[in-house]
């Protein structure tokens, strides 16, 4: 089971870090990510980081999120600066076996999710 925390309630420009916790051992060779999913949007991939440490963002994030994985302590964050309200979602941590990397975004290819944490940036 995946538990989200670090969610709130910020204004544009802020910042936030979102932590993830396996409450169960996580296989080295999965990968973890974050999605998010707006009220009346489809769910999306934000950013994602693999067994190796490589790392994929969505466009609309890069240089703006970064994901981190603690591998020793089963945990993955998502540290996100310059925040915009357009980032308003609830914010879903995954982990799955993406069967080609560049696959990593994409919601299917992940067999397990948190419940999630909101997020809510105000202009």
């Known amino acids: 089971q995946l538990v989200e925390s670090g969610g709130g309630s910020v204004q544009s420009g802020g910042s936030l870090r979102l932590s993830c916790a396996a409450e169960e051992y996580i296989d080295s060779s999965w990968t973890l990510a974050w999605f998010r999913q707006a009220p009346g949007k489809e769910r999306e991939g934000v950013a994602a980081i693999d067994s190796a440490g490589r790392t994929d963002y969505a466009g609309s994030v890069k240089g703006r999120f970064t994901i981190s994985q603690n591998s020793a302590e089963n945990t993955v964050d998502l540290q996100m600066f310059g925040l915009k309200p357009e980032d308003t979602a609830m914010y879903y941590c995954?982990?799955?076996?993406?069967?080609?990397?560049?696959?990593?975004?994409?919601?299917?290819?992940?067999?397990?999710w948190g419940q999630g944490t909101q997020v809510t940036v105000s202009s």
């Open positions: 995954a982990a799955g076996r993406p069967l080609v990397r560049t696959w990593s975004l994409i919601r299917d290819q992940y067999a397990y």
